[in-house]
C-alpha cells in the first residue's frame, strides 16, 4: 500500500505538471461518466475475523454538473480466496481421517472462497488544481448503499452433507446497509484518449447473518457486525459530455 501511495502521488505531480502543455483552457463540462472499476481491498473489525484481503470488479454510472458536482449509482462484486473462520466444517469430518467424505465413500476436497457484492450510490465533487483542466482535479466522495458477503463452499465431488440447500446453514450469508469514503484524482483528458479515476476508498458495513441457524453450532447468530474493507480503487472512464466539445487544438 505504501509503495502504490508513492507511485500515485509521483505521478500524480507529474501530470499535473503534464497539464501546463495544454493551450486552451479545458471548462468545466456537464457529463454522463461510465466507469469500469477495480479495487484492491483489506478487511477490519469482524470482517477481518472471518477474511482476508479480496479483490472487487464493477461499474459506476455518474452524472457530472458543470460545478464539478457529481452523482453516482454502482455495483461491485467481491471475491477472494482466504477464509479465516475455516472450522465451519469440522462437524463433516471423520473423527478418524479427519476428512470429509463424498457420496462414494472417497476423501473429498472441499474448499472455502468469499463471495459479496456492494450496490450503492455517492455525491462526489472535483476540486481542480489546474488552471488549464478544470474537469479534473482532487475527487472526494460520501455514500452509501448495501453490502453482502458469504463464505462460498465448492467441492470436486457429490458431498451428500453439502448440497445447495444444505450449504446455506454454514455460508454465513451477511448483509446490511453500510457508508463509502473516498479521496484520489479523477482525470478527464481534454481529447478524451484517457480518463480515469485512482484513489483509496472505504467502506463501513453495518450487517447481520441472515440464515436462520448455522449448522455447525445448531443456533441462529444474531451479532451485530461491524465490517470494514479499505484499499485502492482505479476506474478507467468513459465520458458522454452532453454539449458536443468545440472543435478546438489543446496543444501547442
Do not use: C
Not at 476436497?109 to 488549464?132: C, E, H, N, W, Y
Not at 447473518?209 to 465490517?227: A, Y
Request: no cysteine; aromatic share 14%.
Amino acid at each position: 500500500m505504501r509503495n502504490l501511495s508513492t507511485l500515485f502521488l509521483v505521478f500524480l505531480y507529474s501530470l499535473i505538471n503534464a497539464q501546463s502543455v495544454f493551450k486552451n483552457k479545458f471548462e468545466p463540462k456537464s457529463a454522463i461518466l461510465m466507469d469500469v472499476s477495480f479495487k484492491q481491498q483489506y478487511p477490519g473489525a469482524d470482517m477481518a475475523k472471518r477474511f482476508g484481503k479480496n479483490a472487487s470488479l464493477g461499474m459506476d454510472v455518474s452524472y457530472k454538473s458543470k460545478s464539478n458536482w457529481f452523482v453516482t449509482i454502482g455495483g461491485h462484486f467481491i471475491f477472494g480466496n482466504t477464509v479465516l473462520e475455516n472450522g465451519i466444517l469440522d462437524s463433516l469430518k471423520s473423527k478418524s481421517t479427519g476428512e470429509i467424505f463424498d457420496q462414494n465413500g472417497q476423501f473429498a476436497t472441499v474448499g472455502l472462497d468469499q463471495r459479496g457484492m456492494f450496490l450503492g450510490a455517492s455525491l462526489a465533487k472535483t476540486f481542480p488544481i489546474s488552471k488549464v483542466n478544470k474537469n479534473s482535479g482532487i475527487y472526494l466522495a460520501l455514500g452509501g448503499g448495501y453490502l453482502q458477503h458469504r463464505i462460498r463452499i465448492y467441492t470436486t465431488s457429490t458431498v451428500p452433507q453439502l448440497t445447495d440447500e444444505y450449504k446455506k446453514g454454514y455460508d454465513r450469508f451477511t448483509f446490511g446497509p453500510a457508508l463509502t469514503q473516498s479521496i484520489g484524482y479523477r482525470f478527464l483528458d481534454p481529447k478524451k484518449r484517457l480518463n480515469f479515476f485512482f484513489g483509496f476508498e472505504m467502506t463501513e458495513g453495518f450487517t447481520q447473518n441472515r440464515r436462520s441457524v448455522n449448522f455447525d453450532t445448531r443456533i441462529r447468530d444474531t451479532e451485530k457486525r461491524l465490517d470494514l474493507l479499505y484499499g485502492i480503487k482505479l476506474s478507467l472512464t468513459i465520458p458522454l459530455y452532453l454539449k458536443k466539445l468545440e472543435e478546438e487544438e489543446f496543444f501547442e
